[in-house]
């Protein structure tokens, strides 16, 4: 509902103005004031849409009070009454913006034509503030979908080479900083803690926080200039394990990787995160990976990195050749080497302890692996871990003996029906009942593609189409497609088919031309 302010010292011009556009505008609320000063008092209280002022007032001037109302409330509209059609009130009138004057006296319907045309503007601007607003929503929606997924095609080798650097841009944050990984391990059924530890993370610094999978929340932090990292890692780490007391001192526990300068680097920072998680039995809650125990000499650190990073591609693409092939060749390798058995009993351990974390972030329900008794030699080592890997590999395929032949299926025909929405990988888990991450290496193995590729191209097709037709603005067409943004539609569409909208529009029209 709109609001009207009529001041004036007259109260026979007060009644009359309202009697007129109380008559012309019946839904319209009407106040009066009888100085500058009660203007300004009533502007606070009140916040008018429009304000008709006379100029000629004691004490303060109409022109004095409009300046005053327009620091605190400067959307408000002004329309001058004044019975002196002179110059100098015009001009002045004019730099501080007012939208139309009035003539004392005045016609009513000159009264009516005047402020209806000060109204409609105001309700102009209304509706475009309300559209502006469901706009950003839609957008802040799409930046936080943005964020989980960059988050997921990072530390799970699922980069989109396309979106990757137009998706940092969009989330506004230099991808030159240092960043590192926390993964925090959440008590079962965690997803009720998920926003408010996303909105607590924000609170601390510039982060990105990832889906979560299973237990497993992953968050890539970047650096903050004025700290030490340890500072800055521990001040997030308890801030976040003091948001639930009774949870923190049981269940929770993050794991915190080392700083990396690239982002082709930051999946080493969350495997390093997940070992520091190794053990969640200590006090302190939290764990930094350079803090857990070292298991080998210093010159095998590149090794074992190399090591685990092999491992994780392994388990994610289910190739159990090559697992147990390569932990038998780690155990040969220590036996070779010398090593004591109770040490490599603990480098194999490390590596199953890893295989059941990563699982555990696909969706795949297993045991935890651990050998039940020391065992006696190198032999009996072998043995045991091959029943381990064994018991996994089982878990492995009957989750996905499970899964529906049509799943690919289902997923390309939910996108290609809603493309023009905000879908994520989370969105498309749920859909279909299956991991994120599975979903993003599904579609690689199977299509040779990645989601959003397909999902693009999606969107590329259907805008195609909307170029056609002349009436839609290519804004209207970025909004029906499924963008919120115009530029990033614009720059997607150019990396996919070499031209910009406009131009592809303008070969659309010259062969409409020639036909």
């Not at 500058?36 to 004490?59: C, H, N, S, T």
């Not at 000499?297 to 050749?321: A, H, N, P, S, Y």
């Not at 056609?468 to 996919?496: A, C, H, Q, W």
Request: glycine share 4%; with cysteine.
């Amino acid at each position: 509902m709109m609001r009207l302010l009529i001041v004036d010292d007259e109260p026979t011009e007060l009644e009359g103005m309202q009697a007129i556009l109380q008559k012309a505008f019946p839904e319209l609320t009407i106040y009066q004031g009888k100085n500058g000063k009660m203007a300004i008092e009533l502007a606070d209280i009140i916040q008018p849409d429009l304000v008709l002022m006379d100029i000629m007032m004691p004490g303060m001037t109409g022109l004095e009070a409009i300046e005053k109302i327009q620091v605190s409330h400067p959307t408000t509209k002004f329309v001058m009454v004044t019975a002196f059609d002179m110059f100098d009130y015009a001009r002045q009138a004019i730099k501080l913006g007012v939208k139309d004057y009035l003539l004392k006296p005045s016609k009513a319907s000159e009264i009516v034509a005047t402020v209806g045309r000060v109204l409609e503007q105001c309700e102009r601007e209304r509706e475009f503030e309300v559209a502006s607003q469901l706009q950003q929503k839609k957008w802040q929606k799409t930046l936080a979908l943005a964020e989980t997924d960059i988050v997921t095609q990072l530390l799970f080798d699922h980069v989109h080479e396309v979106h990757i650097d137009m998706l940092v841009e969009m989330l506004a944050i230099r991808s030159t900083y240092e960043k590192f990984v926390m993964v925090i391990l959440l008590p079962e059924k965690a997803e009720r803690h998920y926003v408010s530890i996303k909105e607590k993370v924000r609170e601390m610094g510039d982060a990105w926080v990832g889906a979560l999978y299973g237990r497993q929340l992953p968050i890539i932090v970047f650096r903050d200039q004025k700290k030490s990292f340890r500072l800055q890692a521990i001040t997030l780490a308890k801030a976040i394990l003091v948001m639930d007391k009774e949870q923190a001192g049981s269940d929770w526990f993050i794991g915190i990787g080392q700083v990396y300068e690239s982002l082709d680097e930051i999946r080493q920072s969350y495997q390093e995160a997940l070992i520091a998680t190794a053990d969640t039995t200590i006090a302190t809650k939290s764990r930094f990976y350079a803090d857990v125990p070292a298991l080998s000499v210093e010159t095998d650190k590149q090794v074992i990195k190399q090591q685990q990073k092999d491992f994780f591609d392994q388990i994610r693409l289910g190739d159990w050749g090559s697992i147990r092939s390569g932990v038998l060749d780690l155990i040969q390798q220590h036996e070779n080497e010398g090593n004591s058995l109770v040490y490599t009993q603990q480098r194999v351990l490390e590596l199953l302890w890893i295989a059941n974390r990563v699982m555990d972030e696909m969706g795949i329900e297993t045991d935890t692996a651990f050998f039940s008794f020391q065992v006696q030699d190198y032999r009996q080592l072998c043995t045991e871990t091959l029943l381990l890997i064994d018991q996994m590999n089982i878990s492995y395929e009957t989750h996905y003996d499970r899964l529906e032949a049509d799943k690919i299926h289902q997923i390309k025909h939910y996108i290609s029906e809603h493309s023009h929405q905000d879908i994520s990988l989370d969105v498309l888990a749920q859909r279909v009942n299956l991991s994120p991450i599975y979903i993003s290496k599904m579609f690689k193995e199977k299509l040779g593609i990645n989601y959003i590729d397909f999902l693009t191209e999606c969107r590329i097709e259907k805008a195609k189409k909307l170029m056609r037709d002349p009436e839609l603005s290519l804004k209207e067409i970025t909004f029906e497609i499924g963008y919120n943004e115009p530029n990033y539609f614009s720059k997607v569409f150019k990396k996919m088919c070499g031209v910009s909208p406009k131009e592809y529009r303008k070969t659309l029209v010259s062969k409409q031309v020639e036909v």
